[in-house]
C-alpha cells in the first residue's frame, strides 16, 4: 500500500514539475509571468504554479544544468 503511494507521488511530483516547465518556457522564463498568466484558453491554466515556490529552484536548476552542458562541448 505504501509503495502505491510513493509511485503516486513521484508521478504528482513530475507532471507538476513538467507543467512548470511548460509554463516557464511559454513566459520566457519569466516567473512573474507565469504566476500573473491571463491566458485562460491554455489547457494548464487550472493548473499553473500560482506561487513562485518551486518556479525559483527549477530555474536555478535549469541554469546549472545549461553551464554544465555548455561546459561539456568545449
Known sequence: MKTKKLILKKEIKYLQKTI???CL???NCQINEVINCE??????W????VEAN?????V????????T???AKI
Open 20 to 22: 512548470y516547465l511548460k
Open 25 to 27: 518556457e511559454c513566459c
Open 39 to 44: 491566458v485562460k484558453g491554455c489547457p494548464l
Open 46 to 49: 487550472e493548473t499553473r504554479p
Open 54 to 58: 518551486g518556479l525559483y529552484v527549477l
Open 60 to 67: 536555478k536548476r535549469l541554469r546549472q544544468k545549461n553551464l
Open 69 to 71: 552542458n555548455s561546459e
